[in-house]
């Protein structure tokens, strides 16, 4: 099952340290989408991209929060110094092309910052 | 900014039961989709409508798009505890990249 896969599932960060999270798209896919789950709220878009290219960071925090997804290997959403406000479930979905085509969603990444 | 509301927030009850879960908007969905999330899994997509009025059905779960295409429900027929699940409704922003806006979801446990 070549399914959006994640990695690492679960990360432990100190405040101050550097997160990195890992997306690898459904095969075939080129286009890519961070959201953000924080407890007792729904999903919050973050970034849309395309490889090589950010078509949406709208989402996304002004500082700390980067996302790339280069041509080769999978997407990266980096958190730069984290806080504990960080915590909180990072979902990628791939699709194979933008606009009003249904993404597929990866099993997520659990953040927590100590 | 568009305002997707889930009602209820949380509804518990016994297999065998049905329910009917919500979804509002402040707007006009451009296309509604109805995500199920399973604890420590991403959402799955179990249906698409488009169409105001729209009727779709997956089994034992009964999807309704409102005829102004601003409100959608679903209804399950005698729940089972397989059942149990985050549901979410989101709207796919045709006009947004595909951006997908969720509401915050309704809890939906199946006892036994």
């Known amino acids: 099952n070549a399914g959006v896969m994640q990695n690492p599932r679960h990360l432990v960060r100190r405040r101050g340290q550097e997160a990195r999270l890992r997306c690898s798209p459904v095969k075939g896919h080129s286009h890519v989408y961070w959201y953000r789950q924080l407890p007792e709220e729904g999903l919050k878009f973050m970034v849309y991209?395309?490889?090589?290219?950010?078509?949406?960071e709208s989402g996304m925090p002004k500082e700390r929060f980067s996302a790339e997804f280069p041509k080769e290997g999978p997407s990266i959403l980096r958190i730069q110094q984290v806080v504990r406000g960080d915590s909180a479930a990072y979902f990628c979905a791939s699709s194979r092309v933008g606009q009003g085509v249904t993404q597929y969603f990866g099993p997520g990444t659990r953040l927590t910052v100590l | 900014t568009q305002l997707l509301e889930q009602s209820p927030q949380f509804l518990s009850i016994q297999e065998g039961e049905n329910l009917t879960v919500y979804c509002n908007s402040s707007s006009v969905f451009s296309s509604l989709q109805w995500y199920r999330q399973e604890p420590g899994e991403g959402p799955v997509l179990l249906v698409t409508v488009v169409t105001g009025g729209e009727v779709k059905k997956l089994k034992r779960l009964t999807f309704q798009f409102g005829d102004a295409r601003k409100d959608s429900s679903l209804h399950i027929t005698a729940a089972q505890p397989g059942d149990t699940g985050l549901y979410l409704c989101?709207?796919?922003?045709?006009?947004?990249?595909?951006?997908?806006?969720f509401g915050a979801g309704t809890q939906v446990v199946v006892t036994p």
């Open positions: 991209l395309q490889k090589e290219n950010i078509i949406d």
């Open positions: 989101a709207d796919d922003r045709t006009d947004s990249w595909g951006k997908l806006q």
